[in-house]
């Protein structure tokens, strides 16, 4: 099944409702005022979701929460069921059985409202290209039935490709058209953007041009959900992480509540599917020093939470080690004190890489 063409997209979401895009972009001086109220119901809530092709299971009790405001990172490889979710969320698919609520309103049992409130990206979206970006905006804003064009303007102002207005989409780079797939789904001003791997593809200046974006839909007051197979893709913008494997959840929360979670070495289990139960967690500290970094190794072998020191050409040390960053610290104040020209120091992984391999086995499904 594809559902992957603008038509299919414009007729899904043809009962928008009136925009209010200016609003949001005037909010943007005033960030504070387009803030959701406390909703009582979290902006996507997902219960016990299990989908099945044929005789596989391809979701297995999936369930986690999306807060009002967030960016929100669905993490998994190739295979793991993050676009199966989504068109789940999106009302593409009928859960085979759990529950999807998107701001409170049930997936399977009001769809219409849901497709109202969301804006939906497809992975290899195609886009309409003998048309200029203005007319392809235009199109779409006739599609959702948005009476007033100054939305169009709004969008095209907030996405940036004023200046691509009359070029022809087929003139576009690829990361231009994401830029325009994201300005079409914001036409109908929805609360809630799910979009599939946005940024696989793109060159680095591209993705910061998307995520820059994300993070002023964020300042709107929009709730974000985004998939990637690859972690660093969007990792610095999310604000909370899913985190998926062969359709488990292996983990989701807060990216500071799991990272907390794992440096109290005491997380017991996400899930009740039989994840994988993290050992404690070892991180890696690499620091630079002036000289030959053999002669330091004496320095940090047999220190407290010290796992293993390696000395490497160029004044490189890597530490293993098992503490925080109290115990970075505590590194760099020995060696200073014992007169070491320091001139580097360099976590190896960030917070995200680190919950990512402490909760994955990275088995393809
Ligand atoms: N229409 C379908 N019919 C049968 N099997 C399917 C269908 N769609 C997906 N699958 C299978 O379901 C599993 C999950 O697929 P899904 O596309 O949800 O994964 P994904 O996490 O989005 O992967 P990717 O990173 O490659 O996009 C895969 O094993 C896939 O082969
Ligand atoms: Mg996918």
Redesign the pocket.
């Known amino acids: 099944?594809s559902h992957d063409t603008d038509a299919q997209g414009a007729a899904h979401q043809g009962h928008a409702k009136p925009p209010a895009l200016e609003a949001a972009s005037q909010a943007l001086a005033d960030p504070g005022s387009a803030r959701p109220e406390a909703d009582q119901a979290p902006a996507i809530r997902v219960r016990h979701l299990w989908h099945r092709?044929?005789n596989?299971d391809?979701l297995k009790d999936v369930s986690f929460e999306v807060g009002h405001g967030e960016i929100f990172g669905f993490i998994?490889?190739?295979?793991?069921?993050?676009?199966?979710?989504?068109n789940i969320m999106a009302t593409l698919l009928e859960p085979m059985a759990g529950r999807v609520e998107i701001d409170g309103i049930d997936v399977a049992l009001d769809p219409d409202e849901v497709r109202r409130l969301i804006g939906y990206m497809p992975?290899h979206a195609g886009v309409y290209d003998r048309i200029s970006v203005r007319e392809y905006l235009e199109f779409f804003a006739d599609a959702f039935r948005v009476a007033d064009l100054a939305v169009v303007d709004a969008v095209i102002e907030l996405t940036d490709l004023g200046n691509l207005q009359h070029r022809l989409v087929a003139a576009l780079s690829k990361g231009m058209k994401q830029r325009l797939q994201l300005a079409r789904i914001l036409l109908h001003d929805p609360k809630v953007l799910i979009l599939?791997?946005p940024a696989s593809d793109l060159d680095p200046r591209a993705r910061i041009e998307i995520r820059d974006l994300l993070l002023e839909l964020k300042d709107l007051g929009k709730t974000v959900f985004l998939?990637s197979?690859i972690l660093t893709e969007l990792s610095d913008v999310c604000t909370s992480i899913g985190i998926?494997e062969k359709?488990q959840l292996v983990i989701a929360g807060p990216i500071g509540e799991i990272g907390a979670r794992l440096e109290a070495g005491a997380y017991a289990g996400a899930s009740q599917g039989g994840a994988p139960t993290p050992m404690v967690s070892t991180r890696r500290l690499k620091l630079r020093v002036l000289g030959d970094a053999r002669q330091v190794l004496p320095l940090l072998q047999g220190g407290g939470g010290v796992l293993g020191v390696e000395a490497g050409t160029g004044g490189q040390l890597t530490i293993s080690h098992s503490g925080g960053d109290a115990f970075v610290a505590d590194v760099v104040r020995h060696l200073v004190s014992q007169g070491v020209a320091l001139v580097g120091v360099e976590p190896e992984r960030n917070e995200l890489e680190r919950i990512f391999l402490e909760y994955t086995r990275g088995d393809l499904?």
């Open positions: 099944m092709y044929g596989r391809v998994g490889p190739n295979g793991a069921g993050k676009t199966t979710t989504i992975d599939d791997e998939s197979h998926l359709g499904q």
